[in-house]
Structures are given as structure tokens and as C-alpha cells.
């Protein structure tokens, strides 16, 4: 039987592997009855349309296989719930490696950090807010669609 902290830490890890899928509708699926911010910048993405078109708009993926050809690793995952109240919190690492054949050998191109909310409704624990913020950046070039400016 899983617990809250098993199916919240689930979540956080459906988000690495559909992102590195280039499954934009399925990551967006995650943040139906969510907002998304990112540190540093004003823009609230809010729910599923709104993330569809930040990461449909942001992030390249590439013709032969429709993926970013990424591998977003999660790690040091935290997670606190709030059994009282059917929420929970949780914190988390991520590390992205890319490698493009004949563009870009393997390296990581981002580190940082990301702060989530959940809630249980109808039996299923989902998103409420994701909080992005960016410690390290590489290469970004054969990644992201824009200039991260740092």
C-alpha cells in the first residue's frame, strides 16, 4: 500500500519523465488545478493551458525523436503532509543532462530547486504550486527556445 509521501514523490518524478519525453500534455496534465512561478521573474503560469504554452513556447524538441533529448534527475526530495488538512509540501533538487549528437556532448546544463504544494481531492493527491528556482546554468542553448539571461 503506498503512502501520501510515496504517491507525492511519484508525482514529482511523472513530471522528470514526461518533460524528457517531450510530453508537454502530459506535464501540463500534472498542473491542471495548479500555479506555477519562477524566482526572479513575474510571470504565474496557471493551470493546464497556461504550462502547456510556457513549456510548448520555452523548451526545443528536437524532429527525429519530438523529445528535448534531456534527463532531468530529481533528488534530495522532502516531503511534509499535512494529514489533518489533505495537504502536503515538498522540496526537491533537480539536475538536467543533455547530450544532442553532433551539437552538444553530455553535460548538465541546469541545477536547482523546486518548492510544491499538493492537495488530496477525489482520493488522488495533485499539484497546487510549483515554485522553480535556478542555482546553476551551463549550456542552454540546445535546450530552451529563449535566452535565460544569466
Aim: proline share 1%.
Amino acid at each position: 500500500m503506498s503512502t501520501a509521501r510515496d504517491e507525492i514523490t511519484e508525482l514529482l518524478f511523472c513530471y522528470a519523465e514526461r518533460i524528457d519525453a517531450g510530453d508537454f500534455e502530459g506535464l501540463a496534465d500534472l498542473f491542471t488545478h495548479a500555479e506555477m512561478t519562477f524566482a526572479g521573474y513575474d510571470q504565474v503560469c496557471s493551470g493546464r493551458q497556461e504550462v502547456l504554452a510556457r513549456y510548448a513556447s520555452s523548451t526545443r524538441r528536437y524532429e527525429d525523436d519530438g523529445t528535448p533529448k534531456t534527463k532531468h534527475v530529481m533528488t534530495n526530495v522532502i516531503v511534509a503532509v499535512d494529514e489533518l488538512n489533505d495537504t502536503a509540501t515538498s522540496r526537491s533538487y533537480f539536475t538536467v543532462l543533455q547530450a544532442v549528437a553532433g551539437t552538444l556532448g553530455l553535460q548538465v546544463i541546469i541545477a536547482g530547486r523546486y518548492e510544491d504544494r499538493f492537495e488530496l481531492a477525489e482520493s488522488s493527491w495533485r499539484f497546487t504550486s510549483r515554485h522553480v528556482m535556478v542555482d546553476l546554468v551551463g549550456d542552454l542553448s540546445a535546450h530552451l527556445l529563449f535566452d535565460l539571461g544569466r
